[in-house]
């Protein structure tokens, strides 16, 4: 176990089965059979950065399912992908403002001095490493287009 985060979601599972927290440790659970599987595929162990990739990939599923629930009418099962999306948020660094990340932004357009949606990739792609886990990069993306077309 090198990485603080995994040994940290490993706690977790332990105290909430002596809770008896079942959300919670069903949520963790998938949240460790995922890191698991893509260290056995990968065949290395994950580091932080890639834990928390593995989270924030959990994360944009579980938005996903809960907008396709609320569009289906199906609160309660919306409400569950909500509940998970609040623990696996536990695991992220505090995510960033609209005005922080369109400050990175503005930094990032002035270090590569580029305009124009033709730079759409080549900011995101200073963008990724700078936000990631800070930032629900659909946001940050949606924020470069923003800046581009202005």
């Given at each position: 176990?090198?990485?603080?985060?995994?040994?940290?979601?490993?706690?977790?599972?332990?105290?909430?089965?002596?809770?008896?927290?079942?959300?919670?440790?069903?949520?963790?659970?998938m949240?460790?059979?995922?890191?698991k599987?893509?260290?056995?595929d990968?065949?290395?162990?994950?580091?932080?950065?890639?834990?928390?990739?593995?989270?924030?990939?959990?994360?944009?599923?579980?938005?996903?399912?809960?907008?396709?629930?609320?569009?289906?009418?199906?609160a309660?099962?919306?409400?569950?992908?909500?509940?998970?999306?609040?623990?696996?948020?536990?695991?992220?660094?505090?995510?960033?403002?609209?005005?922080?990340?369109?400050?990175?932004?503005?930094?990032?357009?002035?270090?590569?001095?580029?305009?124009?949606?033709?730079?759409?990739?080549?900011?995101?792609?200073?963008?990724?490493?700078?936000?990631?886990?800070?930032?629900?990069?659909?946001?940050?993306?949606?924020?470069?287009?923003?800046?581009?077309?202005?």
């Amino acid at each position: 176990m090198s990485a603080p985060l995994k040994s940290k979601l490993l706690d977790d599972v332990k105290q909430a089965m002596r809770a008896g927290d079942k959300l919670r440790l069903g949520t963790l659970r998938m949240a460790t059979a995922a890191i698991k599987q893509r260290e056995v595929d990968e065949r290395i162990e994950l580091d932080d950065a890639n834990v928390m990739a593995v989270i924030e990939k959990m994360i944009k599923q579980r938005r996903d399912a809960e907008q396709q629930y609320r569009a289906a009418e199906r609160a309660e099962l919306a409400d569950q992908e909500a509940a998970e999306i609040t623990i696996l948020e536990d695991y992220l660094p505090a995510q960033l403002s609209e005005a922080e990340i369109a400050g990175e932004i503005s930094t990032v357009l002035a270090e590569l001095g580029v305009s124009g949606m033709q730079a759409m990739g080549q900011v995101m792609g200073q963008l990724k490493p700078r936000l990631q886990g800070r930032a629900d990069m659909g946001k940050v993306s949606a924020l470069v287009r923003q800046q581009l077309q202005g």
